[in-house]
């Protein structure tokens, strides 16, 4: 059976949007690339929140 992507529609304001096109430019990568590598850095966010507040 092949995977099946999800689609996600996100309003943000013209500030984020810049703040995240200024990114993307300075690192050479476009917007689906950053925000899949920020939604996978969650994992590592979550462990150390959780090792936190034990």
């Known amino acids: ?3 099946q992507d999800k689609r996600i529609d996100l309003r943000v304001t013209q500030a984020e949007l810049e703040l995240l ?3 993307c430019q300075l690192t050479g990568k476009n917007r689906t690339d950053v925000l899949r590598e920020f939604i ?3 994992k590592k966010k979550m462990r150390n929140a ?5």
Do not use: F
Request: hydrophobic fraction near 30%.
């Open 40 to 42: 996978r850095s969650l």
């Open 1 to 3: 059976m092949a995977k």
């Open 50 to 54: 959780r090792s936190c507040s034990i």
């Open 21 to 23: 096109d200024e990114y």
